[in-house]
Structures are given as structure tokens and as C-alpha cells.
């Protein structure tokens, strides 16, 4: 008898087996009391990843949960008992053995009428979403940083993100008028949404998506590279400020978040009206952030901007290249090849700004023509001595502050 037909019999028998495996294995995910099964083991390794004091809770599942399902009800709470993430609905897709050597791996994750909080109080050293994946038991042996997640592609479908940040009056003012700047950011006529929360004040952000796609989307320690996004595709509405939400019609770029310092590039930003670029670095390490940053705006709709300065006029148009710097003596703004119009008034040109104690001008180079001082007047913070309108061009240079 051939080699092969003394183990023809073992390959067979363990073929069958094989066989068997799979067909059950493939029959209990299609059993209420199989997906219970499996749904309990899958969450036991998801959960292995979060903090112990974090709770993930699905009210029911449907698929195949080898390989993904769709879960509905589905409600996360961080680590102070407090609901973070609240859904509808959601399709996930992973390969379940991946979950095995410690990271967290999801190919497509599509998560339906979602209501998201993310927040940092007064007296939180991390965020809630860093903080609810940190496993404070420590791995045997000791091996440095933790555990990532991450998910390939994320889509959110008509999501509500809020963001609460620790909010201050500024150091550089009296004691007097820093209660007089808390109350008034508490008053029902401030810009920003502030409310006093226990041990200080909290400032809320809100975010408002119909679609959002998210890839490469990596939670990690920052010894592993800390967090990172790109974003393909995003529409939304943002309240910054009270008045006049920002409406972003297209976003796409990149975002990372590593030891307080959060670095982005967006080459492609739509509001309705306007296009626009931007790229650089905010640094989140001290009380108040510091800023770095380029914003190329290809062509602007003053409107589109109402939210950040509500004295631009609706009809005005812009084209400009700004470079945004936090210095020690205040910020610094600086504009180069303005083409700015508005209905009455036609400005081109550069200048430096710095903001601090007083405003101060360097480097200017502008032409106006027309020049409407009226027009001008009514979006500057305060008044200028010259009235009139001026036909022909107005040049205004300078060298130093």
C-alpha cells in the first residue's frame, strides 16, 4: 500500500471534520442563541481594549458576526458613566481574527443617526474618547504603550458631535473684568456657548453632519503615534459661535492629535460660496492655544465668513493667501495678494497685523480704487477720522510698525 492511501483516510476524516466546523460554525451565527454567543465573545475581546470602567451595550445584532453584522441601539459610556456615543443603527466589517494580537482592526464601519460627546473639563488631563481606551491594568510582561484602534473606513450618517472644552477669561485682565467677561460669556447674548460647570467653565461646539467619510481613523497611546484621520468627505454645519453657523459644503484632508499637538492639511475646503485651503499647527499643551497656520483662500464669499466676523458684508468677495502666527507679544496675522471686494470698495495689496495690547501695522502695501470710508467704517471695530467717498485709487504704505 502507497504512502498515499495510508493517509488517505486521515485527510478525509480530518476534511469532514473540517467540513463540520465551518458548517456549524457558519449555523450558529445564524441562530439567536449562536449570535448571542458570538456577539458575547466579540465584545468580550472589543471590551478587552477599554477601560474597565467603560460600558458597551448593543440591543440587538443581525449577520454574520465572523466576519461583520449590523447592530442596533447601540450605547458606549466613558469612564465617568456618561453616554459618549448614542445610535440608531450601525453596519460593521472586521475580520474577527485580527482582534487577537491587541490592536482593534474594523474594514468599514457605518454608524446611523449618531449622537456623539466629546469633552475635556476643567481638571481632565485627557480627552473622554482617550481616556475610555486606556486599559489600566497593566499587560504582562510590561511592554510600552497599548493597544490601537482602528477602523479603515468610517462613514457617519446624519450624526450630532458635541464638543465641550474647558473655557477661560483671559489671564492678562483684571480680576474685575475677568468677572465681568464670565458674565457676560454667560449671558444669552454672548457669541460663544459658555456654562459653569463644577470646578469652572466649559465652552460647547456643535457639530451637525448629514455625511461624513472618515479613513484610516487610528486611536492610539502616543508612543504608537497618538490619533490620526483623513477625512474624504465631509458636509456640515458647524456652531462655533452662536450667530452664524460655519456651512461646509466639502472638506478633505488629514488631522493628527499626538502629545497636545494637533497638525492638519486640508488642500480642498467648500463652504457655499467660496474655496478655500489650509494646513498647520495648534498646540493644545498650555491654557491658551497657540497657532501656526496658512489658509489660501482661492475665491470667498464675505458671507461665508459672517461666523468668524459678522461686519463683513454679504456682497463682498475675497482672494488672499494668510499666514497666522501665535507670538509672544500677541497674535500676527498676515495677508498677501488681497483682492478684496466689496460693493462700494475695491482693495489690493499686503500688510502684517500684530494683536496684542494695541493693533499694530507693518509692511503695507494697499491700493483702493474705488474707496468707500463709510463702507470701511462699518467693519472695523472703531472709527476713523476721514469721512467721504474717494474716486480713483488710494495707495497706503508703510515699512515698520
Known sequence: MSRMRRWAPFLVGLLVALLLVVGGSLLLTRTDAGRERILRLTLNI???TLHPDAELVIERIDG???TGARAYGLTLRDVEGREMVVADSADIEYRLASFLGGD??????????????????PGDTVWNYQAILQDTAPPEPPQPGGG???IESLQLVDARVTIQMEWQPSDDLSPAAQRQEVAYAL?????IAVEEVEDGYVRTILIRTPATTLESLTIAPDDRGGTYLRVTQ???EVDLYRDEPIRVSDLQGDLSLRE???????????LPGSRMGSAGILDLRDDEPRYDLTVEGHDVALRDLQWLYPAFPADGRARFGMVLETREEGMFLRMTNLEFEAPRTRLVGDFGLFMGDALLFSDVSLRADPLDVDEIEEMLPMTIPVRGLQIGSVAIESGAS
Open 64 to 66: 454574520d458576526l465572523f
Open 104 to 121: 482593534i482592526l474594523i474594514n468599514d464601519l457605518i454608524v446611523y443617526g449618531a449622537d456623539v460627546h466629546l469633552y475635556r473639563f
Open 234 to 236: 465631509a458636509t456640515a
Open 46 to 48: 472589543l471590551g478587552g
Open 187 to 191: 449671558s444669552d447674548t454672548s457669541r
Open 260 to 270: 497636545g499637538v494637533l497638525r492638519y492639511a486640508a488642500p480642498e475646503v467648500r
Open 148 to 150: 490601537a484602534t482602528i
